[in-house]
């Protein structure tokens, strides 16, 4: 079981601010992704998310262990 936090938008994509997902195996940041998008089709929308593995930014082929709490960070505009 991993969990998800999700932040700004994709926070209001998904309804939650927090999910728990099982997973089989240990998975990669970049299949996450694509489950998140199969289940959310609107977070394509912020493909360029960021995303944190217990609070450090990960890269597309970071791995995700069970236990582990991964972040959904949305692009942050300034002005």
Known sequence: MIQ??????????V?????DLK???SILVSEL??????????LKKFS?????VNEKYATE?????DNDVVAIIPPVSGG
């Open 15 to 19: 309804k939650q601010h927090k999910i």
């Open 4 to 13: 998800l936090l999700f932040f700004g938008i994709t926070q209001d994509i």
């Open 23 to 25: 997973i089989e195996k």
């Open 33 to 42: 992704k694509s489950m998140l998008f199969k289940q959310y089709p609107a």
């Open 48 to 52: 360029t998310f960021a995303v944190a």
């Open 61 to 65: 082929d970071t791995l995700i262990n």
